[in-house]
């Protein structure tokens, strides 16, 4: 059964931005952990942003530090990943991930990002 929706992929050229959000109506966002995680053809699934339950706190895979945000809205159940001056590397399905020790972990099914010229 599926908990976590993904929306806000898309083609952009490179420079481009995309904001996703994953929304989880039938969860409790601040009882989780959020994360956003992508995997491009060919390659392994890899973590891309974490946030804390209060959002106190985010990590972000090298890769995309500078150009990523991952943000919360607990009340809204909503997670967002704002992704400015994307490249031609990023192109991936983007997935949302929802974990805490002790709970089942949900995943999205994710959303296409594509970024070409």
């Known amino acids: 059964q599926v908990q976590l929706w993904e929306s806000g992929g898309g083609s952009v050229q490179p420079g481009g931005s995309l904001r996703l959000s994953c929304a989880g109506p039938g969860l409790l966002f601040s009882d989780f952990v959020m994360s956003w995680h992508r995997r491009a053809p060919g390659n392994e699934r890899e973590m891309v942003a974490s946030i804390t339950r209060t959002g106190g706190t985010t990590n972000y895979a090298d890769s995309v530090k500078g150009r990523f945000t991952i943000s919360r809205d607990n009340a809204k159940n909503t997670v967002y990943l704002q992704m400015n001056n994307l490249k031609p590397e990023d192109p991936a399905v983007y997935y949302c991930?929802?974990?805490?020790?002790?709970?089942?972990?949900?995943w999205g099914q994710g959303t296409q990002v594509t970024v070409s010229s």
């Open positions: 991930k929802a974990a805490q020790i002790g709970r089942p972990v949900y």
